[in-house]
T-cell receptor
């Protein structure tokens, strides 16, 4: 399995920028880095995907250093509704380097 | 928008019953997945399918089987339900390759 390491939990105040890190030391050449968000009693929702450098969409930015052994998801100006579990995944959908969700990072936004 | 629909949000069954969980996606995706999610354990892959009638075991296939007779539908089968299969079950699909997965809202299954 393609393994990632994330902090278990973190708190942030409303309106701040939140940066969530993920380590993936064994990332393979063809692997993309994908982040998901999950609210209670719902399935995970795709946030952003990248291969290298920086990717930005309407909800987040993803920063990937040159060695690709880590990545940082950046959420600008979080609100209470951003309280969720965030998962970082690398790897292929199937095969020996199959991606694994792991336990994710619980982010709690405080008023 | 991709829609992944799971047949039930909540389901209660008895030990020893044969249980079917159904999942349908409407975007002609190649890949489909079944996960279970338990507190403190994250999402664990049970089975996945990369084409009609093609399937491969995930990390925890014991006690489960799957069926994919049509591209849009992927069924998870508990041959003889047991209490340790009480869990949240999530279905997902993806177009192909490294494309992101799209999830249904899950089925919370209780085995009594």
């Amino acid at each position: 399995l393609a393994k990632t390491t994330q902090p278990i939990s973190m708190d942030s105040y409303e309106g701040q920028e939140v940066n969530i890190t993920c380590s993936h030391n064994n990332i393979a050449t063809n692997d993309y880095i994908t982040w998901y968000q999950q609210f209670p009693s719902q399935g995970p929702r795709f946030i952003i995907q990248g291969y290298k450098t920086k990717v930005t969409n309407e909800v987040a930015s993803l920063f990937i250093p040159a060695d690709r052994k880590s990545s940082t998801l950046s959420l600008p100006r979080v609100s209470l509704s951003d309280t969720a579990v965030y998962y970082c995944l690398v790897g292929a959908p199937y095969g020996n380097n199959r991606l694994a969700f792991g336990k994710g990072n619980q982010v709690v936004v405080i008023p | 928008d991709v829609k992944v629909t799971q047949s039930s949000r909540y389901l209660v069954k008895r030990t020893g019953e044969k249980v079917f969980l159904e999942c349908v996606q409407d975007m002609d995706h190649e890949n489909m997945f079944w996960y279970r999610q338990d507190p403190g354990l994250g999402l664990r892959l049970i089975y996945f399918s990369y084409d009609v009638k093609m399937k491969e075991k995930g990390d925890i296939p014991e006690g489960y089987s799957v069926s994919r007779e049509k591209k849009e539908r992927f069924s998870l089968i508990l041959e003889s339900a047991s209490t340790n299969q009480t869990s949240m079950y999530l279905c997902a699909s993806s177009l192909q390759g490294n494309q992101p997965q799209h999830f249904g809202d899950g089925t919370r299954l209780s085995i009594l």
